[in-house]
């Protein structure tokens, strides 16, 4: 977009960010604690010389990483064509630049760009993708990382995955997530694998679980990982993690164990190639949870 030409300003500003969770008690603001948001909006309302509240694709609970997080909020077009100062550099890119100078170490923004007004990070969203990162090896433990999840067992990472297959798809996953009020806990799971990457990947020697769907129920990614740990140690059949899921209950031991948040990223957030979907996928999204209660605020909480 030509910001000088006279083009309308939809007032929109999209940021791509990366955040180290570990020393956060989670994205969203609360009054007294450090958080990721909390941390940003204090960054922005300096730059920008106005409050700014930002809406997040998927809220990151204490100590969960990301890598490809998203979100959107609101600025006056001067605020926004002042950004530059002096120089000749986009209001985007200035942004970028500004906000490294005043944000903690542990939060990197990536990009920052005007979008349609139609965008909303949250419901505009196609998928989100996580991966869950298990160091099961004493031999290749790296004691630099802080983004993996030390585990004193080796696992079976075949039978883990064969395992998780039984889940793709749209199911009911009350079993592995902790369940909000007046929130579904139906959601598509569109993958979940498991593996250990080879040769030279920054991920060799961990045991890594990819995991993509439509949106995410509070806990359900660090639910399903701590079921599969159990099967990959051989406590639980391949079989168990299915039986669980069709069990539809919190109850004892039909309630799948969690694991802990350390090992947790964001890696992406997938929206629509066409800008010009943006609004359309939005409307969809808030439909779908709207029409009935059981299908309200749906959420993408790990």
């Known amino acids: 977009m030509n910001y ?14 990366a955040y180290d969770g570990t020393g956060f008690h989670g994205w969203a603001r609360q009054p007294g604690l450090r958080t990721v948001q909390g941390e940003l909006e204090k960054a922005l309302g300096v730059l920008l010389r106005s409050e700014v509240s930002v809406t997040v694709a998927g809220r990151t609970d204490a100590g969960v990483h990301s890598r490809g997080q998203a979100c959107h909020f609101e600025v006056e077009r001067a605020a926004w064509l002042a950004l530059p100062g002096r120089s000749d550099r986009r209001p985007g890119e200035a942004l970028v630049s500004r906000l490294a100078a005043v944000l903690p170490d542990d939060i990197a923004v990536h990009a920052a760009r005007e979008v349609p007004e139609g965008f909303d990070a949250r419901f505009s969203a196609i998928s989100r993708t996580y991966r869950y990162r298990i160091s099961d090896r004493l031999d290749l433990r790296d004691p630099m990382r802080r983004d993996v999840l030390r585990h ?10 064969e395992a998780a297959q039984a889940l793709l798809g749209e199911h009911d996953f009350l079993s592995y997530s902790k369940p909000r009020e007046g ?7 569109l993958r979940c694998d498991f593996e250990r990457p080879e040769g030279d990947r920054a991920d060799a020697g961990l045991v890594v679980a990819t995991v993509q769907a439509d949106a995410f129920c509070h806990h359900m990614v660090r639910s399903i990982v701590g079921e599969m740990m159990a099967v990959g140690e051989g406590r639980r059949p391949v079989s168990h993690p299915a039986e669980i899921l069709a ?27 066409d800008e010009a979907d943006y609004a359309a996928q939005a409307v969809l999204t808030r439909r779908r949870r709207d029409e009935s209660p059981e299908l309200m605020s749906a959420t993408a909480i790990s």
Request: glycine share 6%; aromatic share 6%.
């Open 247 to 273: 069990a539809c209950s919190r109850e004892g031991a039909l309630a799948a164990p969690m694991a802990p948040p350390q090992g947790l990223t964001l890696e992406a957030v997938e929206y629509p190639a």
């Open 183 to 189: 929130a579904t806990t139906i959601r598509t799971l």
């Open 4 to 17: 000088f030409s006279g083009e309308p300003f939809s007032g929109r500003i999209r940021l791509d960010l």
């Open 152 to 161: 004193r067992r080796v696992l079976d990472v075949a039978r883990m995955h």
